[in-house]
């Protein structure tokens, strides 16, 4: 009897504990509800060939910059190598001006020590003036010679150089190709879906994965008419959420966007009039800890 009378008090203490915990929890005036959601980014790939490799999987966390997969880039490295093969030849075409002109500087050099050599016998009166003309003659002409060359090898290295550079474009397209098969994540996130695996085929604009950054999540809500003056963006506002031991989890969030038209209201939403035909949709941010997850329902105090 003892044993039946304690456990009699222990059951009416225990309802008399949920009751108050009821109480408590339906004494909270909320003033909107909705679900938990997170920006979506789906993923896709750049290139086409084989996925020799694709490390993730759905639920994984990875960091922005992170090396996930590869895609076999055999092809375009075998078409680079080619091309800069193409360029080195097309670039040995280029004359060597130094030793093109090396002939006609040596005979410039020599009419000039002739020239030297002329203008003292000259003065001495053992050469003649005419003589002394054909040498200056002879360098201008050399001279000439040695410009007018120059300026043909530039032309012609000018003319060679400009021919390589589509090949380098062309270079730097693969380049860049190469680079795109080494698949990197864009953002820090989360792995929702993984839509393709390893040694499958993939093609420029195939989706890979999606991906999410859940250490913030939005709470997408919706109030009536008449509370769009109670709200503001930047306002703070208390979002609550249930937890294991029946309470309300609250978190302080942020009003992030206020929607400028108004909607019927959803069927899975309560807003504070129930009777209210249209809506209008509040984003709230919230810094998530590890609780919130995608489609969790969550209530919304302005106060």
Sequence with gaps: MKILY???????????????????????????????????????AETTGILEEFS?????????GQKIGCVDSTQIYLKKKQLEAQI???LSRKPEVAKQIAGLQEQLKAAN????RISKLVESDAATKKQLDDIV?????????????????????????????????????LNDQLSKCILTAPISGTILTKFAYAHEMT???KALYKIADLSTII?????????????????KVWVYTDSEN????????????????????????????????????????????GLYKIGMYGEITFE
């Excluded at 009821?22 to 980014?41: H, L, R, T, Y």
């Excluded at 993730?56 to 922005?64: H, R």
């Design 137 to 173: 003659a002879q360098i201008s002409i050399l001279e000439k010679q040695i410009v007018a060359q120059k300026s043909s090898l530039h032309i012609s290295t000018n003319g060679i150089q400009k021919e390589s550079i589509p090949i380098v474009y062309q270079i730097a397209q």
């Design 56 to 64: 993730i999987n759905e639920g994984d966390v990875i960091q922005k």
């Design 246 to 289: 029946g309470d309300m989890q609250k978190t302080e969030g942020t009003i992030t966007w206020i929607s400028d038209k108004a909607e019927f209201t959803p069927k899975t939403v309560q807003t504070k009039n129930e009777r209210a035909n249209l809506v209008y949709a509040i984003k709230v941010s919230v810094v998530n800890n």
């Design 203 to 205: 093609a420029t604009g």
């Design 219 to 235: 709470l997408r809500a919706y109030i009536s008419g008449d509370q769009l003056s109670q709200i503001k963006l930047g306002q």
């Design 88 to 90: 080195d030849a097309v």
């Design 6 to 44: 304690t456990m009699k008090h222990l059951l009416l203490y225990t309802a008399l504990i949920a009751l108050t915990v009821s109480c408590s929890n339906s004494s909270i005036n909320f003033d909107a509800s909705g679900s938990f959601e997170a920006e979506e980014i789906i993923i896709s």
């Design 113 to 116: 020590i002739e020239y030297n």
